[in-house]
C-alpha cells in the first residue's frame, strides 16, 4: 500500500520538486500551497497529486487540509514542513509587522501544524516529520539576522522534538539547504528598506550582489528533493540532513568563531 505526504508550500521551488519526486516514486502526494487554483504549476498536470489549500498563518486552513487529506488516504505518514520565506535586510530597517509575518510564517505557523497532525502520528505509533531548515539555521550571513533567527530556532526546535516523540515511533529529520535555484529570492524573499535609513545602502548593495553570484552556483530544488524523498523512506532516525555546502558547515565546527566569522565577513 502507498504511502502519504502531505507537503506544504508546495508552489514552486523546493516544495514542487519535492512533490513530483514523491509521485513518481509511488508515494500519494497532498501538495498543499496558499492558493491551489491561482496558478498552474507542473503539479496541476498531475491529476494523482492532490492540490490543497493550506496557509501556514490560517488554522482554520490547517484543519481543513488534514480533514481532506485524511477523509482521501485514511493516513499521513509523512509531513514536509517547507512553507517559509526570506526577510532581508538590516535588522533596523525592519518593521514589528515583518518581524511577526517572519516568524509567524516559517516558525510558528510550522509549529501549529506540527502540533495538529502529531495526535494523528501517535495514534498509528509511526510517522516522520520533516522540518525544511537551512544552512542558515546553522551559521549566519549579513542581512539575514530574521531570517536566520527563524531557522535557528527550528533547529533547536526539531531537535528536543525529537526525544519525546521517539517512543511513540516518530522521526523527526531536519533538512538544511545551501544556496538553491529557486524563485526564492524573488517569490519568496521580502527587502526590508527604510528611505530615511540611508547609511546602510553601500553595505546592502554589495552584500546582495555577493548573495546574487552565490546563488548562481546553487544546487536545483530536485537535489533537495531527493534529500527529502530519502529521509521520508529510511527507518534511520538520523537526525540533519545537509544539502550542499558542507564545507561551510565543517568550518563552522572546526574553526573558532573570530575566525569562521572573518572568513565571512570576506566572502560576503
Known amino acids: 500500500m502507498p504511502q502519504t505526504v502531505l507537503i506544504t508550500g508546495s508552489s514552486s521551488g523546493i516544495g514542487e520538486a519535492t512533490a513530483l519526486l514523491f509521485h513518481q516514486r509511488g508515494w500519494n502526494v497532498i501538495a498543499t500551497m496558499r492558493n491551489p487554483g491561482e496558478r498552474k504549476t ?15 498563518l490560517d488554522t482554520a486552513s490547517m484543519d481543513a487540509a488534514l480533514e481532506q487529506a485524511l ?4 493516513r499521513i505518514d509523512v509531513l514536509v514542513n517547507n512553507a517559509g520565506y526570506g526577510l532581508v535586510g538590516p535588522f533596523e530597517a525592519s518593521t514589528p509587522e515583518q518581524i511577526r509575518r517572519q516568524f509567524d510564517t516559517n516558525l510558528f505557523g510550522l509549529m501549529e501544524l506540527t502540533r495538529r497532525i502529531l495526535p494523528h502520528f501517535r495514534e498509528n505509533r509511526h510517522g516522520t516529520l520533516i522540518n525544511v531548515a537551512s544552512i542558515g539555521g546553522r551559521l549566519t550571513f549579513p542581512l539575514y539576522s530574521l531570517y536566520h533567527g527563524t531557522k535557528w530556532a ?21 533538512i538544511e539547504p545551501g544556496p ?5 529570492y524573488d517569490r519568496s524573499m521580502e527587502i526590508m528598506r527604510n528611505d530615511e535609513l540611508t547609511i546602510y545602502d553601500e553595505f546592502v548593495t554589495r552584500r546582495m550582489k555577493n548573495m546574487t553570484r552565490s546563488v548562481t552556483l546553487g544546487l536545483q530544488p530536485r537535489a533537495v528533493a531527493k534529500t527529502i524523498v530519502r529521509a ?18 565543517v568550518m563552522r565546527r572546526l574553526l573558532p568563531d573570530r575566525l569562521f566569522n572573518g572568513i565571512i565577513r570576506l566572502a560576503t
Open 42 to 56: 507542473r503539479l496541476h498536470e498531475i491529476d494523482a497529486i492532490e492540490k490543497i489549500h493550506l496557509d501556514v
Open 71 to 74: 477523509a482521501k488516504f485514511s
Open 154 to 174: 527550528l533547529e533547536g526546535f526539531s531537535e528536543s522534538l525529537q526525544h519525546e516523540l521517539r517512543p511513540f515511533g516518530i522521526r523527526v529529520k531536519i
Open 180 to 184: 538553491i535555484k529557486t524563485d526564492f
Open 232 to 249: 521520508a523512506s529510511t527507518r534511520s532516525w538520523k537526525l540533519r540532513y545537509p544539502v550542499g555546502s558542507m564545507g561551510m558547515l
